[in-house]
């Protein structure tokens, strides 16, 4: 859970140091918006990861029920992530 604590911290400081200098430069295009409306979901999708983490953890849940829990979000993030590498790679084509 921490590394995915810090992998979230990461990437919000990434994309709100990138986005506002981006925004600014003539040269920033249809192809490097398309690429913060990817940013932007995949934030979204953790979000909704970490708010799913959070209200299962006030269930009180048992060991076993943990990293059950973790396994599924895990998976389900991993299948989030496939989908955007999906959208972002059609996008090139």
Request: proline content about 2%; aromatic content about 4%.
């Amino acid at each position: 859970m921490r590394e995915f604590a810090h992998f979230l911290v990461g990437a919000a400081v990434a994309i709100g140091l990138a986005a506002p200098a981006a925004a600014h430069d003539p040269r920033y295009g249809r192809h490097d918006r398309q690429h913060d409306r990817l940013g932007q979901k995949h934030d979204r999708n953790h979000d909704k990861l970490e708010r799913k983490h959070d209200r299962a953890h006030d269930r009180y849940l048992s060991r076993r029920e943990h990293r059950r829990l973790h396994g599924r979000l895990e998976r389900k993030h991993d299948r989030a992530d496939h989908r955007l590498e999906h959208k972002h790679d059609r996008d090139h084509d």
